[in-house]
């Protein structure tokens, strides 16, 4: 059965380290990746978009690796700080046509001060 | 720039009761979504929409209605609503521009309690 896998336990990281979230999938084959982040209470926002064949993408202080032979797709937030803390969500562009996303369950992140 | 805008942000009904939730969006974006959000689950894609008049199921349609009058607007309607469709529920909006590439944008989310 298609999968999309975001670790359920919360991640609690100190300030200033880097956070490495993880998107694992099974049975798709994405031609692209999204990662969206989400406030308790308000709707996900676009962060970036990685495409098939690209290995790795980054926007300021965030990192997306995507490896199409794991099914596996990383995203890094270097210098961590305490309002990075929410939940992050990978999502998964099948290209079906529809061009709806099939979102993962989403991972929080809890920076400490 | 008011961007998608949902309405009413907090709901409450009691089951068999007719309930729409209302989403407009400022961009002209072709593409529309809704999608229901459960502890567990993530985001479930319900209904789309590809255009004004043209829609199209999702995961998980059942119980549920869509109509797209106008480009901006995107209503859901649960017919007769049960207590398996308490939820947060989200509507987005996607430009039909290549280089857009399905980035989607979302509303604040509607919460929805079925008594």
């Known amino acids: 059965s298609q999968k999309i896998e975001q670790n359920s336990e919360a991640l609690n990281i100190q300030e200033g380290k880097t956070a490495t979230l993880t998107c694992n999938y099974t049975?798709?084959?994405?031609?692209?990746l999204q990662w969206y982040r989400q406030d308790p209470g308000r709707g996900p926002v676009f962060l970036l978009l990685?495409?098939?064949?690209?290995k790795e993408k980054r926007k300021e202080r965030l990192k997306v690796t995507f490896d199409t032979t794991l099914k596996q797709s990383l995203f890094h937030i270097t210098a961590s700080q305490p309002a990075d803390s929410a939940t992050y969500l990978c999502a998964l562009d099948i290209d079906t046509g529809r061009r709806a996303l099939t979102f993962g369950s989403g991972t929080r992140l809890q920076v400490q001060p | 720039d008011a961007g998608i805008t949902q309405s009413p942000r907090y709901k409450i009904t009691e089951t068999g009761r007719q309930v729409t939730l209302m989403c407009h969006q400022t961009?002209?974006?072709?593409?529309m979504f809704w999608y229901r959000q459960d502890l567990g689950h993530g985001l479930r894609l319900i209904y789309y929409?590809?255009?004004?008049?043209?829609?199209d199921k999702g995961e998980v349609p059942d119980g549920y209605v869509v109509s797209r009058s106008k480009t901006e607007n995107f209503p859901l309607t649960l017919e007769s609503a049960t207590r398996s469709q308490t939820s947060v529920y989200f509507c987005?909006?996607?430009?039909?521009?290549?280089?857009?590439?399905?980035?989607?944008?979302f509303g604040a989310g509607t919460r929805l309690s079925v008594l």
């Open positions: 049975n798709y084959s994405p031609a692209y």
């Open positions: 961009w002209s974006h072709s593409y």
């Open positions: 990685i495409r098939e064949n690209e």
């Open positions: 987005a909006s996607s430009d039909s521009g290549r280089n857009q590439r399905n980035i989607q944008y």
């Open positions: 929409s590809a255009a004004a008049d043209i829609t």
